[in-house]
């Protein structure tokens, strides 16, 4: 197992974040750190907008940083899961 970092855009909605953590308590998959912001400056962003068609707006969003120790396999699996998610954006591995 090594140890990964996801980062999640997610729309800063009620509940989101409780989505997100609650996929991994289910599955057993164990958060070693967590880190949230609101994103201010979208910029950095644009590729989501081209990527979904979409145009993001100030505090519209948030950026997510997991920790987490995973296999390759259960990283796709998490990867796949996150996504499926209705408030979830995108989701990737830090590389």
Do not use: C, W
Not at 14 to 34: D, K, T
């Amino acid at each position: 197992m090594i140890q990964r970092q996801l980062s999640i855009i997610l729309e800063n909605k009620p509940g989101a974040l409780v989505r997100v953590v609650g996929l991994f308590h289910q599955r057993g998959y164990n958060i070693e750190s967590l880190h949230v912001d609101p994103v201010e400056d979208l910029k950095e962003y644009k590729f989501v907008e081209d990527k979904l068609n979409i145009k993001l707006k100030e505090g519209e969003v948030s950026h997510l940083i997991i920790a987490t120790t995973v296999t390759d396999n259960l990283l796709r699996q998490i990867l796949r899961q996150i996504n499926k998610l209705i408030d979830v954006l995108i989701a990737e591995e830090v590389k």
